[in-house]
């Protein structure tokens, strides 16, 4: 397989949670490339400010709302999947209700993405879906039921869309990192510093890379780099699979 800069002018991108973190770091590498660039977020101020940096367009959106989520464009061309939430809680006391909003904004919002934008990918004989899914979507850890289930069920949906796909061009990869350096995680280790009283790089290497051999943690801009990859004509072969960016997690 060969790989150069990717060159992407002709294409429009849609990010979900393209407000913050590894989203908008892969508005930023599309557009880099290329690509108009729709972001969607809940955070309307957020996206508003990320696609006014890149000339994209901005969608006030709760992907939990499926009414928003069938209002927004479907002409696109590489669907990114990103936006996640985190509940920690153990089994039998997590609470149903946020159960389901992570499966619906983790697991149905997705589907119903890829459902609305297929036909316009088909039409051009050419897509690319990037689901953002995590090496929860692979492996398990405590306490993070809805999490895991919800990772792995993208992990699913993201085959299925890799076989039906297949014959009009349309690639669908999952992008499956372990700990990236996000607000989502800043926020969890300044936590976990405070109730240890340990410090900062203690909580990374002790605590969150316990289980992982390359004790950094991964930045945004690195995921963004393979997503803006997967869109290039190199990777048009590459799909139905998942890529696991983790520092070794998945091969322990
Ligand atoms: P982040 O919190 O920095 O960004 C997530 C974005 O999603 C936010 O802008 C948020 O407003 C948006 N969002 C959340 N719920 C939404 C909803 N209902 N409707 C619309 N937008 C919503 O998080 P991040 O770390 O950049 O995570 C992005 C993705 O990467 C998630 O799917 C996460 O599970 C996955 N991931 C993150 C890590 C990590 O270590 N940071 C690791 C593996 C996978």
């Keep these: 397989m060969t790989s150069g800069p990717v060159h992407i002018h002709e294409r429009t991108a849609l990010v979900t949670g393209g407000a913050s973190g590894i989203g908008r770091a892969c508005v930023l590498a599309l557009a880099a490339a290329g690509a108009k660039v729709h972001v969607v977020d809940r955070d309307g101020a957020g996206a508003r400010r990320v696609a006014g940096e890149v000339g994209g367009w901005a969608h006030a959106v709760d992907l939990a709302d499926a009414e928003a989520v069938a ?15 985190q509940h920690v809680a153990a089994l039998h006391e997590f609470p149903p ?61 993201s085959k299925v869309a890799a076989i039906e796909g297949a014959p009009h061009g349309v690639t669908s990869n999952c992008v499956s990192p372990g700990y990236v350096r996000t607000p989502l995680v800043e926020n969890q280790i300044e936590a976990q510093a405070r109730e240890h009283g340990i410090d900062a790089d203690q909580v990374v290497e002790r605590v969150l890379l316990d289980r992982v051999p390359l004790k950094r943690l991964i930045e945004a801009e690195h995921i963004a780099d393979l997503v803006l990859w997967l869109c290039g004509p190199h990777a048009g072969h590459l799909t139905g699979a998942s890529l696991p960016v983790d520092g070794g997690w998945t091969a322990t």
Aim: overall charge positive.
């Design 97 to 157: 209700e946020r159960f389901e909003l992570i499966q619906r904004v983790m697991v149905t919002a997705p589907f119903l993405l890829i459902r609305r934008c297929l036909p316009h990918m088909y039409a051009r004989g050419w897509g690319r879906i990037v689901n953002i899914s995590s090496v929860h979507g692979l492996r398990a850890s405590a306490f993070k039921s809805a999490y895991v289930a919800a990772k792995h069920g993208l992990e699913g949906l």
């Design 71 to 85: 209002a927004l464009p479907t002409e696109v061309d590489i669907l990114v999947n990103n936006a996640g939430l």
